[in-house]
């Protein structure tokens, strides 16, 4: 495998941008104008896996790309063991920080927890859209929960995000995937902080989609790639299920990156999602 480098295009052509608000610091990127598109990264990702969006949207909306607490510069939340509400809260913060409200919430794997738990709390949200989402483990019993949630956090503190992002990016691609695509997941993961990525996945084990979903009646898309074997369709079916006014779509070609692998057909997936909300 090629090194990872240090540094990647998009931090020139869309640079991390921070507020301040209510004593913690968030970074994120955005790009455009127009009504708000607020996109939500997964576990081992961050704002910058989302250039494809920020690239191949922005003619038609202000999308702004976060960075979650323990993410980037953004600061980490103060329980050891957090929840997604928590996370929600955060999103919440730095939404009014920015004055914004969103017209499209966008959450990806473990990112669609955060987006699932907003949604529940604002049901005046035009569009959610749930991305190869994760469900969770809040669910289930205490030992299955440590199965899913241990081995995460021991590989993050045996191989550090570098190491993590050489041996198991690959995970989260199908071979269909470019080089570019490929480039940017590895980077994304490389750039990790040990302490956010460990919190993340007590929010995975705590927090569960599903319980989320009967408080929101809006209209939701939930997607997932044919090739994922992260989070297969077999998971997220049950996810759109869940909600009452929802829409299932399988993304050809595509693994659990799927926005990442293939910008244009998701981008393409929203669009024709939201025009249809609109007719």
């Excluded at 939340?77 to 509400?85: E, F, G, L, N, Y």
């Excluded at 949200?125 to 994760?134: G, K, S, V, Y």
Aim: with cysteine; net charge negative; hydrophobic share 40%.
């Amino acid at each position: 495998m090629d090194t990872i480098p240090t540094e990647h295009p998009i931090d020139f052509a869309h640079p991390l941008q921070t507020v301040e608000a209510d004593g913690c610091t968030f970074s994120y990127r955005e790009n455009g104008d127009g009504p708000a598109m607020v996109v939500l990264h997964g576990i081992g990702s961050g704002s910058g896996s989302w250039v494809y969006q920020l690239d191949g949207l922005a003619d038609r909306y202000r999308v702004i790309a976060w960075d979650a607490p323990g993410y980037a510069n953004t600061t980490p939340v103060d329980t050891p063991s957090p929840v997604a509400a928590q996370y929600a809260e955060k999103l919440e913060t730095l939404l009014s920080a920015l004055n914004v409200v969103p017209a499209v919430l966008i959450g990806h794997s473990f990112g669609a927890l955060t987006a699932a738990s907003y949604a529940s709390r604002h049901s005046e949200l035009p569009a959610l859209i749930l991305a190869d989402p994760a469900n969770g483990y809040g669910a289930v019993d205490e030992e299955t929960r440590a199965g899913k949630r241990d081995p995460r956090i021991a590989a993050m503190r045996e191989l550090g995000p570098v190491g993590l992002a050489e041996k198991r990016s690959s995970a989260l691609l199908s071979d269909n995937v470019s080089a570019d695509a490929r480039g940017i997941v590895q980077w994304n993961m490389s750039k990790l902080n040990s302490t956010g990525y460990v919190q993340a996945a007590h929010v995975l084990a705590n927090s569960h989609l599903i319980g989320d979903a009967p408080a929101y009646n809006g209209p939701v898309l939930v997607m997932c790639g044919s090739e994922d074997t992260v989070t297969p369709e077999e998971v997220c079916r049950p996810v759109a299920n869940a909600y009452s006014n929802s829409e299932y779509l399988t993304l050809p070609r595509v693994g659990h990156a799927s926005y990442v692998e293939n910008g244009t057909q998701f981008n393409q997936a929203i669009l024709n999602f939201i025009e249809m909300q609109n007719d």
